[in-house]
Nanobody
Framework: VQLQASGGGSVQAGGSLRLSCTAS????????KAWFRQCPGNQREIVAS???????THSDSVKGRFAISRGAVKNTWFLQMDGVEPEDTCVYYC??????????WGQGTQVTVSS
C-alpha cells in the first residue's frame, strides 16, 4: 500500500483547508484510514480516523473543527479543516492500517496557520 497526501499550505487563522490522501496498491486490505499530525516540539498524534464500517473518531483538540471523510472511490479520504488555529501548524500525515495490522504512512504535508 502506498499513500500520497496533498492539500497542505498556508492559511490564516479561522480559515479552511482540505487535505486529501490517495492510496494505491492493495487497497482492499485497508481496515482503518486516519490522519496524524506532528506539531513543532511534539510527538506525532492521531487527529482522526475512519474505519471500514464507517465508525469515526476525532481527537478532542480538533473535534467540532475538523472532519474526516471517505471519498466516492474507496482509495481516497479527506480531512476537512475549518476554523484553523495557529496551534494547528503541523505536518499532517495520512495513515492506513490493514486487516493484517500493517501500518502505512503518507509522506506528510505541511499546514501553516498564521494569526
Amino acid at each position: 500500500v502506498q499513500l500520497q497526501a496533498s492539500g497542505g499550505g498556508s492559511v490564516q487563522a479561522g480559515g479552511s483547508l482540505r487535505l486529501s490522501c490517495t492510496a494505491s496498491g492493495s487497497i482492499n486490505v485497508i481496515a482503518l484510514k486516519a490522519w496524524f499530525r506532528q506539531c513543532p516540539g511534539n510527538q506525532r498524534e492521531i487527529v482522526a480516523s475512519i474505519a471500514s464500517d464507517g465508525a469515526i473518531t476525532h481527537s478532542d483538540s480538533v473535534k467540532g473543527r475538523f472532519a474526516i471523510s471517505r471519498g466516492a472511490v474507496k482509495n481516497t479520504w479527506f480531512l476537512q479543516m475549518d476554523g484553523v488555529e495557529p496551534e494547528d501548524t503541523c505536518v499532517y500525515y495520512c495513515n492506513a492500517r490493514t486487516i493484517g495490522n500493517s501500518v502505512y504512512w503518507g509522506q506528510g504535508t505541511q499546514v501553516t496557520v498564521s494569526s
